[in-house]
C-alpha cells in the first residue's frame, strides 16, 4: 500500500472524530429536552450519508476526472485512478474514505440550524440526499476537475475556481442547507415575540459545547492536511500552522466584538469565533503565509458574531447554535480569502494553468494582494474566480436544498408537531430520554406572547 495513502487514511479517522464534536456542540447549545433527538441526528448522518455517497456521490464528485484523467483539479486526481477499480486499487479505496468522513462532516452542519423542530423522518430521507448529490456535484466543478476548476482557460480567471479544503464545497454548502431548512422550518415555538424581538434560548451544557469545539478542532486538522497528505508532504508544515493560527485569532476576533458589545465573553461566542476560524481558512490553507492566516481568522471571528445577530435580530432566522454563520458566512470569507491572499508561492499548474510572473517565473495560484505577503506577483482574476465560484455555491446548493425540502416534505413533514416541541422530542420521536433521572424545567416562555 502507497505510504501517502496511509497518511490520508489517518487523517480520515480523524474528520470521523469530528461527529463526537458535532454530537457535543450542537446538544449543548440546545435546551436538555430535545438532546436525544439530536445526538442521535448526529450519530445516524454518518452511515447514511456515506451510504448515499457510496452508492452515487463518490462517481459523481470525480465524474469529470475520471473521463479525462489529465485534468489536475486537486490532488486527489491521478492517472491510475478508475472509476471501476473501488474495491482494489488502493489510493481509490482511500480516496473514498477521506471524501466520504468530509462530505458527513458538510452533512451534519444543517443539524444545529433546523434543531429543536426537524422532525426525525425527514432528516432520515435528508441523510441519503446529502450524501448522494448536492456537495458531491457542486464538489465535481472544483475537485473534479469541472467546469469551476476550468475557469483559469474558459475565461482566464486566475488558476480557475480553488478550494483546497472545502470552505464552499463543506462548510458554505451545509450552511447554505441550514439556511435553507431553517428558513423553512420558522422559528421554536417562542423564540420571537409578535413583534419580532427574539428571545433568548440557551443551551443546556456549555462543558458540551466547549469540549465538543475542542473535538472539532482537533479533527481539522485532519480535514485540511487530507489533500496534502494524498499529494505528498511538502506543504503539512504550513497547512498545520495556518489553521492553527487562523483558530486562535478568530476566538480574538469573537471576543473582541462581544466585549465591545456586551461587556461579557460569551463562552459559546467565543466558541463559534474558533470554529470560524478554522472554516475561513480551510479554502486558503495552502495558498497563504501565516501573516495573512492571522488576517483571515480574525477576520471571520469578527464576522461570524455580526452574522449570528443579523441572522437573529434582523431577518428572525432561528439557528440554535449559529451554524449558518459559522460554516456559511465564515465559508464564504474563506474562498474570498484565498483570492486576495495567495501569495502564488505553491500551485503550479494547478487546475492545468500555468502563469509567468514579470521575471519570467511561473508562479503558483496567487491573489490580488499576493505581492505584500511575500508572493512573486499579484493576480485579480484569481479573486474573479473566487467570487464566481462563490456566487454559483450559494445559488446552486441553495435551489437543490429549497427543491428537495419542498418534495420531502411531501413524503414526511419537515417540521415536528407543536406539541411535542414544546414537551421536547425525545420521548416522542426517539423513545428514550437524554436525561432521565431529572426533571427539566425551561427558563424560556414557549407561547406566543
Known amino acids: 500500500m502507497p505510504e501517502n495513502v496511509i497518511w490520508v487514511v489517518l487523517a480520515g479517522l480523524l474528520v470521523v472524530l469530528m461527529q463526537g464534536g458535532f454530537a457535543l456542540v450542537t446538544s449543548g447549545l440546545c435546551r436538555a429536552r430535545s438532546a436525544g433527538q439530536i445526538v442521535a441526528m448526529n450519530l445516524v448522518i454518518l452511515p447514511l450519508s456515506v451510504i448515499g455517497f457510496w452508492v ?70 435528508y441523510s441519503l440526499w ?120 478568530g476566538t480574538v476576533g469573537a471576543y473582541l466584538v462581544v466585549i465591545l458589545k456586551f461587556r461579557k465573553p460569551d463562552p459559546s461566542m467565543l466558541c463559534n469565533g474558533l470554529l470560524a476560524g478554522l472554516v475561513a481558512i480551510s479554502a486558503p490553507c495552502a495558498f497563504v503565509n501565516t501573516t495573512a492566516a492571522g488576517i483571515i481568522g480574525l477576520v471571520a471571528g469578527v464576522l461570524v458574531v455580526y452574522s449570528v445577530l443579523i441572522f437573529e435580530a434582523k431577518l428572525n432566522v432561528d439557528d440554535p447554535v449559529g451554524a449558518i454563520s459559522v460554516h456559511g458566512a465564515s465559508g464564504a470569507w474563506g474562498v474570498l480569502s484565498l483570492g486576495l491572499f495567495a501569495n502564488g508561492t505553491y500551485g503550479l499548474g494547478w487546475n492545468g494553468v500555468h502563469k509567468m510572473a514579470r521575471d519570467g517565473t511561473e508562479y503558483g495560484v496567487a491573489g490580488a494582494l499576493g505581492t505584500l505577503f511575500g508572493g512573486p506577483a499579484s493576480d485579480w482574476s484569481q479573486l474573479g474566480a473566487q467570487a464566481v465560484g462563490l456566487a454559483i455555491c450559494l445559488v446552486f446548493i441553495g435551489l437543490l436544498a429549497l427543491v428537495w425540502f419542498k418534495i420531502s416534505s411531501f413524503i414526511v413533514p419537515l417540521r415536528s408537531r407543536r406539541e ?28 406566543d406572547e
Open 130 to 249: 446529502v450524501g448522494a448529490l448536492p456537495i458531491a456535484w457542486f464538489g465535481d466543478w472544483v475537485w473534479g476537475g469541472g467546469w469551476l476548476a476550468q475557469l483559469g482557460h474558459s475565461l482566464d480567471l486566475g488558476h480557475g475556481y480553488v478550494d483546497f479544503a472545502g470552505s464552499s464545497v463543506l462548510h458554505l454548502a451545509g450552511g447554505i442547507i441550514g439556511l435553507v431548512g431553517a428558513s423553512l422550518l420558522g422559528p421554536r415555538v417562542g423564540k420571537f415575540t409578535r413583534g419580532g424581538r427574539p428571545r433568548p434560548m440557551p443551551g443546556h451544557n456549555l462543558i458540551y459545547v466547549v469540549v465538543g469545539t475542542l473535538v472539532l478542532a482537533a479533527g481539522w486538522f485532519g480535514l485540511n492536511l487530507g489533500p496534502a497528505l494524498a499529494e505528498g508532504r511538502d506543504r503539512v508544515a504550513i497547512i498545520v500552522v495556518n489553521t492553527l493560527l487562523a483558530a486562535a485569532t
Open 420 to 447: 411535542e416541541e414544546i414537551a421536547g422530542l425525545d420521548l416522542p420521536e426517539m423513545g428514550a430520554e437524554c436525561y432521565p433521572d431529572f426533571h427539566l424545567t425551561d427558563k424560556n416562555v414557549t407561547r
Open 56 to 125: 452515487v456521490g463518490f462517481k459523481l464528485m470525480f465524474w469529470s476526472g475520471f473521463h479525462d484523467p489529465t485534468l489536475t483539479a486537486s490532488p486527489w486526481l491521478t492517472n491510475h485512478i478508475k472509476p471501476d477499480s473501488l474495491g482494489t486499487n488502493m489510493t481509490f479505496l482511500g480516496l473514498f474514505f477521506f471524501q466520504a468522513a468530509a462530505v458527513a462532516v458538510a452533512a451534519a452542519i444543517p443539524i444545529g440550524a433546523m434543531a429543536e423542530r426537524w422532525r426525525f423522518k425527514n432528516f432520515m430521507w
